[in-house]
Nanobody
Framework: QVQLVESGGGLVQAGGSLRLTCATS????????IGWYRQAPGKQRELVAL???????NYTDSVKGRFTISRDNAKSTMYLQMNNLKPEDTAVYYC?????????????WGQGTQVTVSS
């Protein structure tokens, strides 16, 4: 059973920084992909950042240049460094890990952590 446990959310002023941490029960480089999603009130969950097993990364346009996804394989931990935060970044953030099974993606989720950015 794969477990993901998040930490690091909170309240920050616009322009500030936060780092989210997600501890996994398996080495992060053994997942097909790892990533971070967010869900704002009244909106659908959206992909924020994704890292493939090979280390390549993708970001949603609104966070490019401000957010960085990374992983520490030895610690079985992934991170999301968020700089220059904006009020529109306010959301519940979820870490995600994926396996590939018979051509389909199997998703694992963290419990979510609230990030609130005040103007």
């Amino acid at each position: 059973q794969v477990q993901l446990v998040e930490s690091g959310g909170g309240l920050v002023q616009a322009g500030g920084s936060l780092r989210l941490t997600c501890a996994t029960s398996r080495r992060t480089n053994t997942f097909y992909a790892i990533g971070w999603y967010r869900q704002a009130p009244g909106k659908q969950r959206e992909l924020v950042a994704l890292m493939s097993i090979g280390g390549s990364t993708n970001y949603t346009d609104s966070v490019k240049g401000r957010f960085t996804i990374s992983r520490d394989n030895a610690k079985s931990t992934m991170y999301l460094q968020m700089n220059n935060l904006k009020p529109e970044d306010t959301a519940v953030y979820y870490c995600n890990a994926q396996d590939l099974r018979y051509g389909s993606r199997l998703h694992y989720w963290g419990q979510g952590t609230q990030v609130t950015v005040s103007s």
